[in-house]
Structures are given as structure tokens and as C-alpha cells.
């Protein structure tokens, strides 16, 4: 398997608060991704980087921001939690054959389940 | 901008039975293509992709997909449906350019008969 990490696994949360999901990953590899999973819309891209410090938005990124400062690690902020963020949220992670071309499967971890109060 | 169609949100189908489900695809480029599985309180597994070598791919657990240009298709198939392949299914598209990304489907939830 590889090896991707996501903490915490779960969380409740109260509407208002600010909350950061982290993904680790021990593959060194270049591009990482954010979902979310809910029922009847598959999954959506929230946030992707490309390299250290370089990332781009996805389709529902609104409410959330990422920071990555390390290779291994990319994190997912959600600046001011709302029901609607409640979710499963997935982070995965993919590489490259050959430079800029994203032809290889992505890994995922196992998912955070986020529950907004 | 690419996407990906899976029509339908369930399919059920019989032990033993062929499994088909379909995805179709929009990109501007030629695609790399992938199918996934997700079991539940899981995360996704990769089934089979489509990289522009053989348009006819065997992926894990017996399953394979065909990729027909004409058709802007990758539908999913396997012979014969195992109990264990319960599950749901996403198809996803990349266009394998600088900084690309992968877009998945809806998905697809498989339900087994005995």
C-alpha cells in the first residue's frame, strides 16, 4: 500500500470553528490532491499541488485553503466550519512518467469522516 | 475542460451474471482513463487504467475496460459477478498535461443477488 497518511480520522466540529486536516505521505511523490465524498456527487476536487508550495484550486474550493510546505505534507483548512462541509474527505497522491504528464493512478488514503455541529 | 458520465447510480446484477457499467468521457486532449473501487469505509483502489498502449485493459479481480475513441467510452465489464465485488465504482479522466488532475464521476454502487 502506499503510504498515505490522513489525520484525524474523525472529527466533530462546531459550526464557526476553523479546522485542518493533515495528509503524510512517505512516497515522495509530486502532485497531492483533496476530495470530498458525498452521497450522489462522487468525489470532488477541493485543492491540488503540484510541488512544494505550488497549488491550485478544484471545483468546490470555497471555504477551504491548503498549504503545502513540505513534499510529505499537505494540509486542508476549513477557515470557518459549516454544516455543509460535512463530509469524507480524501487525500491522494500521484506521479508522473514524464514531466508535467499525470499518466499514473493515484494512491488514496483511508479518509476523514468531518462532521459539522 | 474534461468530465467524466456515469449514468445510472446502481446497478444490480446476479452472482455469476456479466457486470457492465458505463462511462463515458469528455476531453480536449487524449485522455489516460482509470477505474476504481471503493469498498465500504474505505478508500479508492485502482482497478485499471488507460495510459494510449492497448485499448483493451485487464485490470485486478477480473474486470476489464475497452477504450473506444469513436464512442468517447471506457465502460467497465467483467464475465461473471462475484458476491465480493459489492461495491461502488468510479470512473475517472486526466489529460496528462502540466499540473493536470484527475475528474471522476458520480459512481456507480454494484449490488451482488445471490
Known amino acids: 500500500d502506499a503510504g498515505i497518511t490522513q489525520s484525524p480520522r474523525h472529527k466533530v466540529t462546531e459550526t464557526g470553528t476553523p479546522v485542518t486536516l493533515r495528509c503524510h505521505q512517505t512516497?515522495?511523490?509530486?502532485?497531492m490532491y483533496w476530495y470530498r465524498q458525498d452521497p450522489g456527487h462522487g468525489l470532488r476536487l477541493i485543492h491540488y499541488s503540484y510541488g512544494v508550495k505550488d497549488t491550485d484550486k478544484g471545483e468546490v474550493s470555497d471555504g477551504y485553503s491548503v498549504s503545502r510546505s513540505k513534499t510529505e505534507d499537505f494540509l486542508l483548512t476549513l477557515e470557518s466550519a459549516t454544516s455543509s462541509q460535512t463530509s469524507v474527505y480524501f487525500c491522494?497522491?500521484?506521479?508522473?512518467?514524464?514531466?508535467?504528464?499525470?499518466?499514473?493512478?493515484?494512491?488514496f488514503g483511508q479518509g476523514t469522516r468531518l462532521t459539522v455541529v | 475542460a474534461q468530465s467524466v458520465t456515469q449514468l445510472g447510480s446502481h446497478v444490480s446484477v446476479s452472482e455469476g451474471a456479466l457486470v457492465l457499467l458505463r462511462c463515458n468521457y469528455s476531453?480536449?486532449?487524449?485522455?489516460?482513463l482509470f477505474w476504481y473501487v471503493q469498498y465500504p469505509n474505505q478508500g479508492l483502489q485502482l482497478l485499471l487504467k488507460?495510459?494510449?498502449?492497448?485499448?483493451l485493459v485487464k485490470g485486478i479481480n477480473g474486470f476489464e475496460a475497452e477504450f473506444k475513441k469513436s464512442e468517447t467510452s471506457f465502460h467497465l465489464t467483467k464475465p461473471s459477478a462475484h458476491m465480493s465485488d459489492a461495491a461502488e465504482y468510479f470512473c475517472?479522466?486526466?489529460?496528462?498535461?502540466?499540473?493536470?488532475?484527475?475528474?471522476f464521476g458520480k459512481g456507480i454502487t454494484l449490488s451482488v443477488r445471490p
Open positions: 476531453s480536449s486532449v487524449p485522455p489516460y
Open positions: 512516497e515522495n511523490h509530486r502532485y
Open positions: 488507460y495510459t494510449s498502449a492497448a485499448t
Open positions: 491522494a497522491i500521484s506521479e508522473s512518467s514524464r514531466q508535467g504528464a499525470l499518466n499514473t493512478e493515484a494512491f
Open positions: 475517472a479522466v486526466s489529460n496528462g498535461g502540466a499540473n493536470s488532475k484527475l475528474t
